[in-house]
């Protein structure tokens, strides 16, 4: 029986949707981030419900989940790029751009605001000079609010590039957040 | 030579936010220095968390406890003689013999922070297995009929019976069934999955396997949230030395059975601690809310019968099997069995983990283990059950804390968080956080949390700030907008949205600005 050779642009159109071609024809792509995110897709796709694990290996490797990952990350598991994109956009811990160098997380919850949360809070916006969801001019810090690190029982709590600090005061966070520059400088 | 002395510094999370590793590194370079022979272990924190971090030393007497220990105490705690349980004003006596932890009855956390979390031997040797041994023995009807008799009910919040949710899995036949492990702990105040699963992996492995003998489920998963990277790191490590030794895998223990697991990580949605969601999440979905029926008993995971319950759940499903039903039904109170870990938070003095059986009051974890605020101010209120929980003022301090009784104030015990203010707290901007937090965490599925939260917080923004002659219709408002969200929503994050507000309103109503009597006749 005749082997139909399979057409290069296959690759990106619907024709060649979660087959090994795709996968082939993107890992092999000169662009790092889709390179990078079709070797994750080839070690994942076999795991029951994969989306969130590949989505987190992405991240964990490119820093964020690029507008050219989605592409890849859809044809290689038969979604759409809207089913991805909702995804992505669904959870708080998916970003589509690069956070700063380091990431603060401060606790807003209960807990936090029962011993001063929302006065540290204020602290981080003027330290840092930049509100919720925003990164400094500098591009050291993104600021993140948590709802809950579960050191409740040593509130207020803040996570700083995924270390926990618990009963942290505005100087103690000054402190912190100094130490931090002068580790990674 | 003398054996080294053993030195126990917590690895727990509270313990590392408290400098707990430089402590650790700070202990062994100093018995270095003075040739003294130290072996530092890092175990699960005791749960007496404002003494983090709590450093134990292994004296003939027993366990001697220090803390809160800072890296600069050390080479102090070293000149005071601390190696053979010296005085220093960081000196806790023995750790059994401290109250807080010594009139607890620690059921589910028997071994938290007393073994090296991953040590096999060191589960072995405190009581771990037992209850699987027992239940590799049985026949599965009889670990259901075990587990309906205990009266264990969900530790997530929902209190559901989980000997019955296990009987309707088992009931149901597949090719395929699931165990998941609900570990998205996401309410504020709650902390105890977290020092469980970074305390003693190996109980909620052992309690998953039992759950998959009983209803002939093979495979789990383990959905961790993902700010909590230190109980995934644990939990990775617990699998894969589990695995390695035949605990899991194709032949569990040598019994020829069958059952393997993972743990999957979430990525910051709370509403996926709501069950159905997490399992859209799993399946690689936003985390939308189902409609229940189906039950995920019949069909759940990947459209396959699923047992899905908590950490705390299936973690008091060994001490169950290995005890036997009776013993552990035999705490608690009325229809509450067993033991509860409370976790204090907020403005108390003496945080941490309580672990006792139902029937207990408030007041007495707040003062007599809690030792009041942390402030030194009144306590004023108190959250229990996590965001989604009343806010209970003093007068209703003394009902005893059972599912029932909590119930019949229109409060309820949840997962056993509770969030303590003290007098400097507004209550109307409580109330508005709670509204807010729906809005922001809701999944968007159904308009009466979608919608009704956000007008909620617009709703209260008007009875803050706005005309004070409109204030008694605003809050006629409110009252109808949170019946509407309590009767119309889906799941439980709008359908109790309305209980942190309702109970601000009704027991705080000079917060709002409102009359006391025209807030009681509601409340009535």
Redesign the interface.
């Not at chain 1, 948590?146 to 509130?155: D, T």
């Not at chain 2, 993902?226 to 230190?230: A, D, R």
């Not at chain 2, 999440?281 to 939308?288: H, I, W």
């Given at each position: 029986m005749h082997q139909r050779e399979a057409k290069s642009d296959l690759a990106s159109s619907g024709g060649a949707r979660g087959g090994k071609l795709a996968l082939d024809a993107a890992q092999a792509s000169p662009t790092p981030a889709i390179a990078a995110t079709a070797r994750i897709v080839a070690r994942l796709k076999d795991l029951?419900?994969?989306?969130?694990?590949v989505?987190?290996e992405v991240q964990h490797e490119l820093g964020c989940i690029p507008a050219e990952a989605v592409q890849t990350i859809a044809e290689a598991?038969n979604l759409s790029r809207a089913?991805v994109h909702?995804?992505i956009t669904?959870?708080?811990?998916?970003r589509s751009e690069p956070a700063a160098r380091h990431t603060l997380e401060v606790?807003r919850?209960?807990?936090?605001?029962?011993?001063g949360g929302e006065h540290l809070a204020a602290h981080a916006r003027t330290a840092l000079g930049c509100d919720f969801h925003a990164s400094t001019a500098d591009g050291n810090f993104t600021l993140e609010p948590?709802?809950?690190?579960?050191?409740?029982?040593?509130?207020p709590?803040v996570?700083i590039d995924?270390?926990?600090?618990?009963?942290v005061t505005p100087d103690k966070l000054d402190r912190l957040l100094t130490r931090t520059l002068e580790a990674s400088s | 030579m003398t054996a080294p002395v053993v030195i126990y510094v917590p690895r727990d999370?509270?313990a590392?936010?408290?400098d707990a590793d430089a402590v650790a590194r700070g202990i062994e370079r100093a018995a270095d220095e003075r040739g003294l022979s130290v072996q530092v272990v890092r175990n699960g924190s005791r749960g007496l968390?404002?003494l983090?971090p709590l450093v134990e030393v292994a004296t003939p007497d027993g366990r001697v406890a220090y803390g809160p220990v800072a890296p600069e105490d050390v080479a102090a705690l070293f000149d005071a003689g601390w190696l053979t349980g010296g005085a220093h004003p960081l000196r806790l006596g023995l750790t059994e013999d401290i109250p807080y932890l010594k009139h607890q009855e620690r059921l589910t956390f028997a071994r938290v922070g007393i073994i090296d979390p991953l040590s096999l031997q060191d589960y072995a040797a405190h009581g771990g297995l037992a209850g699987l041994k027992r239940a590799l023995a049985m026949e599965p009807a009889q670990i259901v009929d075990e587990m309906v008799t205990s009266g264990l009910r969900g530790r997530g919040g929902a209190a559901f019976p989980t000997g019955i949710k296990w009987k309707t899995v088992a009931g149901s036949p597949s090719d395929q069934k699931y165990i998941v492990c609900n570990a998205d702990?996401?309410?504020?105040?709650?902390?105890a999955?977290?020092l469980l699963m970074e305390g003693d992996p190996y109980v909620l492995i052992e309690g998953m396997t039992i759950a998959g003998l009983a209803v002939g489920a093979t495979y789990g998963y383990i959905y961790v949230r993902?700010?909590?990277?230190?109980a995934i790191a644990t939990l990775e490590a617990a699998i894969a030395r589990a695995r390695s030794v035949g605990w899991l895998g194709s032949d569990v223990h040598g019994s020829g059975r069958v059952f393997d697991l993972e743990v999957?990580?979430?990525?910051?949605?709370?509403i996926c601690g709501e069950e159905t969601s997490l399992l859209e999440?799993?399946?690689?979905?936003?985390?939308?809310v189902r409609a229940k029926p189906p039950l995920p008993a019949i069909s759940g995971l990947?459209g396959k019968p699923t047992v899905i319950n908590n950490v705390i759940s299936l973690a008091t499903v060994p001490i169950i099997l290995a005890k036997g039903a009776a013993y552990y039904r035999d705490y608690g109170v009325g229809r509450s069995h067993g033991t509860l870990p409370f976790?204090?938070?907020?403005?108390?003095k003496q945080?941490?983990?309580v672990e006792k059986a139902f029937g207990l009051s408030l007041r007495d974890l707040l003062y007599e283990f809690g030792g009041g605020s942390?402030s030194g101010r009144p306590l004023r209120a108190v959250?229990v059950g996590g965001?989604l929980g009343a806010y209970l003022p003093e007068s209703q301090w003394d009902v005893p804390l059972d599912y029932e009784a909590y119930i019949q104030i229109s409060a309820m015990i949840g997962h056993g968080?509770l969030?303590?203010?003290?007098d400097t707290?507004d209550m109307a901007r409580?109330a508005r956080?709670a509204m807010e937090?729906c809005a922001?965490?809701s999944?968007g599925k159904c308009t009466p949390c979608r919608i009704g939260s956000t007008r909620g917080v617009e709703t209260l923004d008007k009875i803050a700030t706005g005309d004070a002659s409109q204030r008694e219709q605003q809050v006629h408002l409110l009252r109808d907008l949170c019946d509407t969200m309590m009767g119309g929503s889906l799941c439980a994050l709008g359908g109790m949205a309305p209980y942190p507000v309702l109970s601000a309103l009704n027991h705080f109503p000079q917060d709002f600005g409102i009359e006391s009597s025209q807030s009681a006749a509601h409340a009535a």
């Open positions: 029951p419900g994969p989306l969130l694990p989505l987190h598991l089913e909702g995804v669904f959870y708080p811990h998916f606790c919850a209960e807990s936090c605001q029962a011993m948590v709802y809950c690190l579960g050191l409740c029982a040593q509130s709590a996570m995924g270390q926990p600090h618990a009963r | 999370a509270a590392l936010a408290m968390l404002w983090e702990e996401g309410d504020s105040g709650t902390f999955d977290r993902s700010e909590y990277p230190h999957r990580k979430g990525a910051g949605a709370y999440s799993l399946e690689g979905k936003r985390g939308v990947f976790q204090l938070a907020g403005n108390l945080g941490g983990l942390a959250q965001p968080g969030v303590a203010f003290d707290v409580m956080y937090f922001i965490e999944c």
